[in-house]
């Protein structure tokens, strides 16, 4: 059953009347109590706008129009909110991204950098086992760093669902350059991908 509108939007006010109230009829000094309330206002929020997007899909609204209201592209609005069925099985498709894909990201990029190119190996599928030798990673490491210089650091990784994987992105500084490495994971933690793009081809 669909949630309402209406429903949710009781949810989120019901919400925010008892963190309004909380410092009363609580300890006012319990501020993580104010801080899980908070927490609380903000899943009621999103639970809002899920809702509004899929009955807006419903009515016939664009993903163009959805994402211009959400301020993102209308692919990102369809990533995060939309519901794609797998043309394989015509079953709904998962688009949940793994919950500890940004740090499994940062354990790659941390071996490459530290030229474990073994360790890193060891951890794809079957089909890049096949496709990426550790020696040839390694020669593709050392090509970034013959282009750009030394590896200089990393920044915060974004993930997103697509089809059988979760896809992270996340940025790469080295001396005189700036990539982003791309590895995608199946849900079994393997690797199923794995990219060093010029920011702009990300």
């Not at 899920?50 to 129009?65: E, K, L």
């Not at 688009?95 to 474990?116: K, N």
């Amino acid at each position: 059953m669909q949630d309402s509108i209406t429903d949710v939007i009781s949810d989120l006010t019901a919400r925010c009347d008892a963190l309004i109230v909380s410092p009363v009829l609580g300890d006012p000094n319990d501020r993580a109590r104010l801080v899980q309330g908070a927490v609380g206002i903000r899943e009621s929020a999103e639970r809002v706008v899920i809702v509004a997007v899929q009955q807006a899909r419903r009515d016939g609204t664009s993903w163009q129009a959805i994402g211009d209201a959400l301020g993102v592209t209308r692919q990102a609005a369809f990533q995060r909110y939309g519901k794609p069925t797998d043309p394989r099985t015509g079953e709904p498709m998962n688009t949940t991204p793994l919950s500890d894909a940004a740090p499994l990201a940062a354990t790659v990029i941390d071996d490459l950098a530290a030229a474990r190119w073994e360790t890193v190996a060891a951890r794809f599928d079957a089909a890049m086992r096949k496709g990426l030798s550790a020696d040839a990673l390694a020669a593709a490491w050392a090509q970034i760093v013959g282009l750009s210089g030394a590896y200089e650091g990393r920044g915060d990784t974004e993930t997103t669902r697509a089809a059988d994987v979760t896809v992270t992105d996340t940025p790469l500084t080295f001396e005189a350059g700036d990539y982003v490495a791309r590895v995608a994971f199946r849900d079994d933690h393997t690797i199923a991908g794995l990219h060093i793009l010029n920011p702009q081809s990300a």
